[in-house]
């Protein structure tokens, strides 16, 4: 619910749009664990909505959603290995996700 609550924030569904609101959620549920804030929580490092931008940590949380299953993170980890944003740049590593994101 916590996580849901944050993608209303997000993108002003139902409520007055807020990126640092949606962030604090997404960080809430996170901290539970939950898949879908994890990667949620990668995008606004990645791109800077509702927090400092921080790639090196995006590429983290995607790595802790990918690493529960979650396909979303599982494809974005694989472009901050094909695009070396926040990882070393590994071309194999990318394709192997993105193999694993498309069997999911």
Same mark, same amino acid.
């Given at each position: 619910? %916590?996580?849901?609550?944050?993608?209303?924030?997000?993108?002003?569904?139902?409520?007055?749009? !807020?990126?640092?609101?949606?962030?604090?959620?997404?960080?809430?549920?996170?901290?539970?664990?939950? @898949?879908?804030? %994890?990667?949620?929580?990668?995008?606004?490092?990645?791109? =800077?909505? =509702?927090?400092?931008?921080?790639?090196?940590?995006? &590429?983290?949380?995607?790595?802790?959603? &990918?690493?529960?299953?979650? @396909? !979303?993170? %599982?494809?974005?980890?694989?472009?901050?290995?094909?695009? =070396?944003?926040?990882?070393?740049?590994?071309?194999?590593? @990318?394709?192997?996700?993105?193999?694993? &994101? @498309?069997?999911?």
């Amino acid at each position: 619910a %916590i996580c849901n609550l944050g993608v209303c924030y997000d993108t002003g569904s139902g409520v007055k749009k !807020d990126k640092k609101r949606a962030a604090a959620l997404f960080s809430q549920a996170a901290e539970k664990g939950h @898949a879908d804030a %994890i990667c949620n929580l990668g995008v606004c490092y990645d791109t =800077g909505s =509702g927090v400092k931008k921080d790639i090196k940590r995006a &590429a983290a949380l995607f790595s802790q959603a &990918a690493e529960k299953g979650h @396909a !979303d993170a %599982i494809c974005n980890l694989g472009v901050c290995y094909d695009t =070396g944003s926040g990882v070393k740049k590994d071309k194999k590593r @990318a394709a192997a996700l993105f193999s694993q &994101a @498309a069997e999911r």
